[in-house]
């Protein structure tokens, strides 16, 4: 069965049914990779939290990351 037959078939499925192909098809890749960058990503959440609870981080306001992001991708 090809990839085109199989994604026209999913796309008929009823919207519930096409969720929880959704998660077998999630589940079925690698878990233990899966796993680990879940706990990599994480930790370093921890790790900037923490960094942000000591004062060793600085923050900016959401309006100047955008507008300094926008700058930037105009040039």
Do not use: N, Y
Request: proline content about 3%; glycine content about 2%; charged content about 35%.
């Amino acid at each position: 069965m090809s990839i085109a037959t199989i994604r026209a078939e999913a796309l008929s499925l009823p919207a519930e049914d096409r969720a929880k192909l959704i998660d077998v098809l999630w589940e079925s890749l690698s878990a233990p990779e899966m796993k680990s960058h879940e706990t990599a990503w994480a930790a370093e959440s921890e790790r900037r939290i923490d960094a942000f609870d000591a004062g060793k981080l600085t923050t900016q306001d959401a309006a100047s990351v955008f507008s300094k992001l926008r700058r930037d991708l105009r040039r």
